[in-house]
């Protein structure tokens, strides 16, 4: 590509344990998200820019067919993400799971008020490391690099959301471990669905309530994957948790984290024998309205800190069964992690922007064009944030 280096991208975000799904799902027609308009403005968030701001937005709001619900084809992508997903069936970004940075961006904004910073931090993150900062595209799940790229595969395997140790990594709240399931680390899996809801009582998907499951995931992959992994960039795991009462119901953080609620964006049904099936149906709950006030970057670390702290665990992984290794990174030390809001949110640019520890033995090499590119997208939003920044 003119203009381009792209020799050091070839290889550079597969990482060593990844598995491609067999086939990626093929849509020859890819729509790109709805447009918003001044009928349906929701948070005002076009082109990758600040929205407003201000929630409590019915959404979809009534009469907007555009962001109505259309269940994914066997030919649209979905990933291990349920906000995403849902995200693509109604239609806040692209149905056929071919995703962009602006989409992404504005999505976060529109769909839940989350905040421009936090918005910016995410989008960033899915591209620069499942994605292609060329084109700034990611597919929501498998990969997908001839649609992603419009280099082919000259920019190396462009993973998507699927991709290990990324945005997807072991002990997640729903989906299996990439090596305890040959490789099907992005399917709903409704045994662990259940014991989240068996973990969150009295119909409550609170802080305290996920800061336990978190912990038993944590401990219930440890034991039983001798693969397993808990690296730096885990701490999003903790933050797709604390979407759940932030984000997911109706009102976010002013309404309730329910069992109810839960079973529209994860697309649970019940089975019949006490268990849950995945009806293909993630979407936003009927009368549902987004957050009042914009879910912020800081204080969303603060809620991963927080979470954190409920149930504190080490970082680092197995070598073998029962040979658990603990890494040192950042403010990491011996996989003890001193987590605060600002360590976090500081610790959430490093994962974006420098070579973070991948598995026990390796390193994720981030190719200079995309460092620059990830900088350019966060240092103008974290330039006051107190964390240190990236200049190239």
């Keep these: 590509m003119p203009g381009i280096d792209t020799s050091a991208l070839r290889n550079a975000r597969r990482s060593p344990h990844d ?5 990626c799902p093929f849509n020859p027609n890819h729509p790109g998200a709805a447009p918003y308009n001044s009928k349906y403005p929701y948070t005002g968030a076009k082109n990758g820019l600040p929205g407003t701001g201000v929630g409590g937005i019915k959404v979809p709001a009534d009469g907007d067919t555009a962001h109505a619900f259309e269940a994914p084809g066997p030919n649209d992508i979905r990933g291990p993400c349920p906000g995403l997903n849902a995200a693509a069936n109604h239609h806040f970004l692209s149905h056929d799971g071919i995703t962009t940075f602006n989409e992404l961006v504005d999505m976060q904004q529109n769909l839940y008020n989350a905040g421009y910073d936090l918005s910016v931090l995410l989008a960033t993150i899915g591209v620069a490391l499942d994605g292609d900062v060329v084109t700034g595209k990611v597919s929501l799940g498998c990969d997908a690099t001839s649609r992603t790229s419009i280099a082919g595969s000259l920019l190396g395997p462009e993973v998507g959301l699927n991709g290990h140790n990324k945005f997807e990594a072991d002990a997640s709240l729903t989906r299996n471990d ?3 399931a040959n490789g099907d680390n992005y399917r709903f899996n409704g045994t662990l669905f259940k014991m989240m809801s068996n973990t969150c009582q009295n ?5 305290n309530n996920l800061a336990l499951y978190r912990f038993q995931r944590y401990q219930q992959s440890k ?3 001798a693969n397993f992994y808990y690296g730096p960039k ?3 795991l903790y933050g797709a948790a604390s ?3 932030s984000l997911f119901p109706s009102l976010g953080n002013g309404g309730a984290p329910d069992l109810a609620t839960m079973k529209y964006w994860f697309g649970a049904q019940d089975n019949g024998a006490g268990g849950y099936t995945f009806n293909n149906q993630e979407r936003i709950p009927p009368n549902w309205y987004n957050r009042k006030s914009s879910f912020k970057g800081p204080e969303a670390a603060a809620e991963i800190a927080s979470l954190y702290l ?6 680092g992984g197995n070598v073998g069964k029962n040979n658990f290794n603990a890494l040192s990174y950042g403010p990491i030390t011996n996989g003890n992690f001193p987590a605060s809001a600002q360590n976090v949110w500081c610790l959430l640019y490093q994962v974006a922007t420098e070579n973070v520890p991948s598995s026990v033995t390796g390193v994720l090499v981030l190719p200079l064009q995309v460092v620059a590119w990830a900088t350019g997208k966060l240092n103008p939003v974290f330039k006051n944030s ?6 190239l």
């Design 178 to 180: 990439l090596f305890l």
């Design 243 to 245: 979407f759940l009462y």
């Design 203 to 207: 119909n409550n998907f609170n802080r």
């Design 310 to 315: 409920k149930r504190p665990v080490l970082f």
């Design 386 to 391: 107190g964390c240190p920044l990236k200049v």
């Design 234 to 236: 885990q701490v999003l």
């Design 19 to 23: 598995k491609r799904q067999s086939t």
């Design 223 to 225: 034991a039983d994957n």
